[in-house]
């Protein structure tokens, strides 16, 4: 006796209507016009992606709409694509606390000839808003105009490079101390178990370590491989 459970056909995926996404991307498309560049939904969930010139406009009309209330922002992060221009997404999801209402924004800056591209603020009309974009800068090098503090807040501030950029290297940096190496300074050997300074000059100089051990080599006549053996 066959299963008849297994050979039944799997039910379509119901996606539930949601009336006050529609009210709300009716909205930005009246006040914002063609600055609305694209609308999508999956799964209940609707987003916008907007020009930056109108970002602050639709977020201020959301806020300020009478029957939405986006009074909450609840997240701000970013993606980078290097291989598209714009080159990042960044992506506002916002909602209502009194009405329950949930959308997504986006936005879309940077490229070959805007290595560091900038961002209206919205910290004015979600006060939240500040850490979020704070994260985005240190992270994705991406900045905010129309606020102040504006500095890394994960990284320390000396930090070199922008860490969740796609191209961001994965070895060769040579850091300042103590940001490497579990805090382990440049002239003391490593405790042991720790394994190897890889991204972090031998000697304390700025040069890479692959760089570094060809230089000496030159100058002393011992290739690469004896330098490490002589090392460990």
Not at 99 to 120: F, H, N, W, Y
Request: negative net charge; hydrophobic residues 35%.
């Amino acid at each position: 006796m066959t299963d008849q459970t297994r050979d039944a056909p799997t039910p379509a995926l119901e996606t539930p209507v949601n009336p006050l996404a529609e009210a709300s991307v009716a909205l930005l498309r009246d006040q914002c016009g063609e600055s609305v560049r694209a609308v999508t939904t999956y799964r209940g969930e609707t987003t916008v992606l907007l020009a930056t010139t109108a970002l602050l406009e639709a977020c201020q009309v959301l806020r300020d709409a009478p029957a939405l209330r986006y009074s909450l922002l609840e997240d701000v992060t970013a993606v980078d694509w290097p291989e598209r221009e714009p080159r990042y997404d960044v992506v506002y999801q916002v909602m209502s606390i009194e009405t329950r209402a949930s959308l997504r924004l986006k936005t879309q800056v940077g490229g070959e000839d805007d290595p560091d591209p900038e961002l209206p603020s919205v910290m004015g009309v979600w006060p939240a808003a500040d850490w979020f974009e704070r994260e985005i800068y240190d992270l994705f090098g991406i900045r905010f105009s129309g606020r102040g503090h504006l500095e890394r807040i994960l990284m320390p501030r000396d930090w070199t490079g922008h860490p969740l950029r796609k191209d961001y290297p994965l070895s060769g940096f040579s850091l300042p101390d103590p940001h490497w190496g579990g805090q382990a300074p440049l002239d003391k050997p490593l405790p042991p178990g720790v394994g190897q300074l890889t991204l972090r000059t031998t000697d304390g100089s700025e040069r890479p370590n692959v760089r570094q051990r060809s230089e000496d080599s030159q100058k002393t006549g011992v290739s690469g491989e004896e330098s490490d053996a002589n090392e460990r």
